[in-house]
Every structure is written in C-alpha cells, then in structure tokens.
C-alpha cells in the first residue's frame, strides 16, 4: 500500500484493489447502491459543480486538492493511512504482540459489532442534513454542507471495505443493511438515537457537527487504537476528514453568537429575536439539547463490554500510548459519577468497566474549549451573558442518569418541577418556530443572511465572495 490514491480505479483506493478480483468484484456491486442511495437520500438540493476538497494521498502534507466538482461525480473511494512497520499492540491482554493484519477468529463478531455501529452514522448524518441546502445562509456555508456530506460517504466507504475484505458474506449483508435503514425511519431507523433526530434548520446543523461529530471524533480515535490494524489505518485518515466537520461547528456558531451579540448591543437589548437574530437564551437551549444526545453516544458509564473490548485489544482509550499506566487497567479504580441516595454523587468503579466514563470526561473538556471561544465574543461585546455546558445529568436516556431529573445545573428536582421547566431548558415549538423563520436562503456571492456573521477563515484561501456553489 502507498500514500499516493490511484484514482484510474472505477473505485479510489490506495488497497491495491486491483489485485484481489473477487473483492473488487464485490465492491464494485455495491457501488452503484451507494449511488442510488446517494440520489435518494443524499443532499436535495441540485447543485451543477461545488468547491470541494478531495483526498489524493494519505501523507501529511499536500493530501488533499481543491476544485469544482458535481456532487454525484465525486469520486469517493478506499483510503486507508500509511502502515507502520512492526507496530505493535499498545493495550490489553495482548500488548506487545503485533498487531493484527486479519480478523482473530475469537474476536470477530466483536469487531464486526463496532464497525457496523461505527458505519451507522456516516450515512446518518447526511439523511439528517439532506434539506438543509434549500435554506443556506450562504454560498459559503452550503459548499460547507456538501463538504462534511461528502466526506461521510467516504466514510461509509471505509466501513464498507472493512466489512467487505475481512469478514465474509455476514459483512457484506451488513454492508447493504448500512444502506436500507434510514434516520428517522419507523420500521428501520440508524443505530444510535441521535442520529434519528433531526436536523431541520442551520443552527441544528453547526450544533450537531460541533457536539456529535466531536463524539465521531473521539470513538474514532479509540478504534484508531485497535490491535486490527486495517480498522486501525481507517480511523487514522478518517480524522484527519472529520477534523473540517467539527470546524464547520465550531465557527459555525462562533458566528451566530457574534450576529447576535452585535444585534443586543446595537439594540440595547437582552432579546435579540425581534431584530432577526437568535436569542442567546435560544442558543444555550439548542446547546442543552444536542450536548445531552451526543453525550449519551458514550454509553453507560459502567460498561462490561467497554471493558472487555480494551482487555482484547479491539478498542483503547483516546491517547493510548501517552497515557502512564500499565495499559492493562486490572487494578485500578476510578470515581464516577451516579444517583446516590437521590442526590448526584459518585461511585468507586474498576477502571476497566469506567472506559466509557474515561473517554466522555476527553470528550466533555474538549467541548468546554467551545464554550470558551463563544463566552470571549460575548465578553468583546461588552455583554455579561455567558454560555454553558449543562450537567452531565441533565436530559440523559443513557446510562447513571438515564431518567432523572436533573436540571442543567446539576440540581436534582421533581418530575413535575422537570416538566415545568422543560421549555426554559429545551427548544420549544416556539423556539423552533422562529429558528426557522429565519432561515433563508442566499445564494449570491458575497452575500449572507442577516441572523449570522460572515465566516473569518476561507475555504483554501479563497474570499468570502467566491462563488463556491454553482446551482443548476
């Protein structure tokens, strides 16, 4: 395998595909599968050509071009990261043996487990976000759109090439289930419960890839860590994709902050809603909600299958190698927190079984980073309103807190005090209401909508006024 991606393959790949006929055969029969799922479920809105980034090697440097290109002519393939010779497993019962170039027969159904549920959602996601492009604030921000939807095809790729070379007739009927359950749907919805939310309006969307696609982050990275070292390769090119998704969240919101924060101070004003923006208190609402959902994609924070994943090998902790333990974990404990006596508290828990725990902490102070960044404009605002995360308690159906009532303080209250306060906590139909009322679309270059500022970083250098979408 080499860097370099030989696109003269009806399918991208750096694999060498070309020397395993049966598997390229398979593949090649999926393809147009994916496609037709694609024209159904992909973006509606028709776009003749966007500026989009796409992956020509897997290096550090120079691994991605630029250049207009229609949606349904990008050409998304197999790309796994560079091998590292004589890696060795770094973690669990197995560390120090060499890492696994096929499946242990022991360990297969494991692994195809966390493949098939990691695969889940990069389809997910794009069936949630499919409308969006109708009401774009901007030509900036629907060539964004297509970017991440793009890039999460790929990424069911990745999955589907796993599934497809290492694990048989069982992998590649799960490959073709990836394409018939669908978000949202009754009789066949995705796996994980939020990636059957919606995704209705643009501050949902910058929500959704600034929390959920962080929780992407971090489960990749500890499937970056298996002893399997083809998963292992996958997830490693896969972050570096996934890193513009959460950008995309991150000044996506910076901005409807900063549009808002202007409009309080130019009105003088707490509600910035009748001047066409989104209140704060709407924002914080919107932050409650996705924050909470992504933050039960972690699981229970006791978990024997987390723990018996890392004692095999099949998934590590985000940093593994850095982290100064024995990488073994059989004697050591951990706090986590809990209901205790009807109060949050914590609990003394094997470090093994506290994985998840672990991992949602790397995450949560990863999140706060955000929140810091959006607190700073409100601050050069001169404003004294300031953004949150909630408790870790509050609106959770999974896991210590699943079904108390939690405020988004911490603060343990009724099931009647819950419900009374659920709206000044969570978007309301009124709040949605007047998100939605505001979402509509430009597509003039240079031009934007009047609830968002204009983005600060450019797309490869390129101006805001760019004309990165061509509709037809």
Not at 345 to 360: K, M, P, S, T, Y
Not at 365 to 386: F, K, S, Y
């Amino acid at each position: 395998m080499s860097e370099g991606i030989d696109y003269t393959e009806r399918i991208p790949n750096n694999v060498d595909l070309r020397n395993d006929r049966r598997l390229q055969r398979a593949l090649e029969s999926w393809q147009p599968k994916f496609l037709t799922w694609w024209q159904e479920m992909g973006p509606s809105i028709a776009a003749r050509d966007v500026y989009l980034r796409t992956a020509i090697n897997v290096g550090r440097d120079g691994w991605a071009v630029f250049d207009h290109v229609a949606p349904s002519d990008y050409r998304w393939g197999i790309f796994l990261a560079e091998r590292k010779a004589n890696r060795q497993i770094a973690f669990g019962e197995h560390k120090g043996e060499p890492a696994w170039q096929q499946v242990p027969g022991e360990y297969r159904a494991d692994l195809q487990r966390l493949i098939v549920v990691q695969g889940d959602t990069e389809p997910a996601s794009v069936e949630q976000q499919r409308n969006l492009g109708f009401t774009a604030p901007s030509l900036y921000d629907l060539r964004n759109l297509f970017q991440v939807n793009v890039e999460e095809g790929r990424h069911l790729w990745a999955m589907v090439y796993l599934l497809h070379a290492f694990f048989g007739r069982e992998g590649r009927d799960e490959a073709e289930a990836l394409l018939h359950r669908n978000s949202g749907s009754v009789d066949a919805p995705r796996i994980l419960g939020a990636f059957n939310e919606e995704t209705p309006d643009w501050l949902s969307f910058f929500m959704f890839t600034y929390f959920t696609d962080r929780d992407g982050k971090y489960q990749l990275g500890t499937l970056k860590e298996s002893a399997f070292d083809p998963l292992s390769r996958t997830c490693e090119f896969m972050l570096k994709e996934e890193s513009h998704h959460m950008f995309v969240g991150t000044t996506g919101i910076d901005r409807v902050v900063e549009r808002t924060a202007q409009l309080m101070v130019e009105h003088d004003t707490d509600d910035a809603g009748p001047h066409g923006a989104i209140p704060l208190s709407v924002i914080q609402k919107y932050l409650n909600f996705h924050y909470s959902v992504s933050l039960d994609l972690f699981g229970s924070e006791r978990s024997t299958n987390a723990a018996n994943y890392f004692t095999a090998g099949l998934k590590g902790r985000w940093n593994e190698e850095r982290r100064r333990d024995d990488h073994k974990l059989t004697e050591d404990s951990v706090r986590v927190e809990s209901i205790v006596d009807g109060q949050v508290g914590a609990v003394e828990v094997r470090a093994l079984n506290a994985l998840n725990h672990d991992l949602r902490n790397q995450y949560i102070v990863d999140c706060q980073t955000g929140v810091v960044r959006w607190n700073r404009i409100l601050e050069e605002a001169g404003l004294p309103q300031r953004l949150y995360l909630p408790h870790i308690g509050f609106n959770r159906r999974v896991g210590a807190f699943a079904g108390a009532h939690i405020g988004p303080r911490g603060d343990v209250v009724t099931a009647e005090q819950w419900e009374a306060h659920r709206h000044d906590w969570l978007p309301s139909e009124v709040d949605k209401t007047h998100v939605l009322s505001l979402m509509r679309p430009v597509y003039e270059p240079g031009k934007l909508a009047a609830w968002i500022a204009p983005p600060r970083h450019p797309i490869n250098g390129k101006p805001f006024d760019y004309e990165y979408v061509h509709l037809t």
